[in-house]
């Protein structure tokens, strides 16, 4: 449930929302992050019915399997056109089962931050190459964004993870601040034997295909106490 100051910030940010996204609405479906690119659109008259409730056919679990504070799901993450508004108790990993990408591709993510009351050192943003994500065996990719103008890239299996690429400065990461929410765009397009990671347009990093192991589900990895909204996540062009 949210506070009177963040129903108030959100009004303000679905003003601005509206003028950043209905221009790209003829290329983008505004609930692409329902579905692969190639699933059939959420007919209008259910997406409406499910307004402010969990995403039809999405799930959800703590990053590395852990409990939700205490076995208390803290996460609150809600259809609100377009896209998702996400606020995370602890790190958390939300995704479709129909959303699967391998081969060559590319999964596109575009996220508003909304203020973080100093917690700059909180990431947000998407994952590949998902496996087995209900189970204690799950992998996947991710690829962190922070408020210090940071990104991340790490692996997980199982309950171990690895760093990919540590955090590094981009300078093409949009930084929020202020009452206003901020949003970025994130790119990881996949080739036969390369990954490339951007933001914004901007390449951050490119990494060798075999080290990504990036064919399977895509998503959200959002870590704790992060207030959001997930335009889109979905299969680019």
């Known amino acids: 449930m949210r506070s009177p100051r963040s129903r108030a910030m959100f009004a ?12 790209l609405s003829a290329a983008v479906s505004p609930i ?28 959800a679990r703590a990053d590395g399997g852990g409990d939700m504070h205490g076995g208390k799901d803290t996460l609150s993450f809600v259809q609100m056109t377009p896209g998702f508004h ?5 790190a958390s990993i939300m995704w479709s089962p129909d959303s699967t990408a391998s081969g060559e591709y590319t999964v596109e993510g575009s996220i508003f931050l909304f ?35 940071k990104y991340l890239i790490k692996r997980r299996t199982g309950s171990q993870t690895s760093v990919l690429k540590d955090w590094t400065a981009l300078p093409a990461i949009k930084r929020q601040s202020g009452a206003d929410a901020m949003k970025n765009d994130l790119r990881v ?9 951007s933001v914004n347009g901007a390449e951050a990093v490119t990494l060798p295909r075999a080290q990504v192991a990036s064919d399977g589900i895509f998503g959200l990895r959002i870590n704790h106490a ?9 299969r680019g062009k």
Request: no cysteine.
């Open 115 to 149: 203020p973080t009351n100093g917690r700059d050192q909180e990431g947000y943003g998407i994952f590949i190459g998902g496996k087995d994500l209900e189970g204690a065996a799950h992998q996947y990719t991710y690829f962190l964004l922070r408020n210090d103008g």
């Open 226 to 234: 992060v207030n959001s909204h997930v335009v889109k996540v979905s």
């Open 86 to 90: 996400v606020t995370t108790g602890p």
């Open 189 to 197: 397009a996949v080739s036969a034997q390369s990954v490339v990671f």
């Open 12 to 23: 303000r940010f679905t003003l601005a929302l509206v003028a950043v996204v209905l221009p």
């Open 32 to 59: 692409a992050a329902q579905a692969a690119a190639e699933k059939p659109a959420q007919p209008l008259a259910q997406r409406s019915a499910n307004e402010g409730k969990r995403p039809i056919g999405w799930k």
